[in-house]
């Protein structure tokens, strides 16, 4: 069983920066594929990056250049980046654990999921 807790959201002007958080337990976080998806009310679930076990990290056009996945293996903990926010960003973002070490853009393909944590970009 794998627990993956989220931190690190907030409230931001567009433009501005934050960044997230996901600490997971467990002895196999290195050799699972992590990604962060978002959800916005009214909206289907969303992946936004994804980072593989041997660290390839993948990004959805929407965020390229602005955001980062990565991961830091030793502290079981993967973040992303998150600069020049935009209003659309606005969402509840959530990170998840595949026990296949490959990313996937689909959600089904994840065990594991966070409880989500807010972020909301103001105009």
């Known amino acids: 069983q794998v627990q993956l807790v989220e931190s690190g959201g907030g409230l931001v002007q567009a433009g501005g920066s934050l960044r997230l958080s996901c600490a997971a337990s467990?002895?196999?976080?290195?050799?699972?594929?992590m990604g962060w998806f978002r959800q916005a009310p009214g909206k289907e679930r969303e992946f936004v990056a994804g980072?593989?076990?041997?660290?390839?990290?993948y990004h959805v056009d929407s965020v390229k250049g602005r955001f980062t996945i990565s991961r830091d293996n030793a502290k079981n903990t993967v973040y992303l980046q998150m600069n020049s926010l935009k209003p659309e960003d606005t969402a509840a973002y959530y990170c998840a654990a595949r026990v296949v070490g490959i990313v996937s853009a689909s959600s089904t393909l994840y065990s594991y999921w966070g409880q989500g944590t807010q972020v909301t970009v103001s105009s």
């Open positions: 980072i593989s076990s041997g660290g390839g990290t």
């Open positions: 467990g002895r196999t976080f290195s050799n699972y594929a």
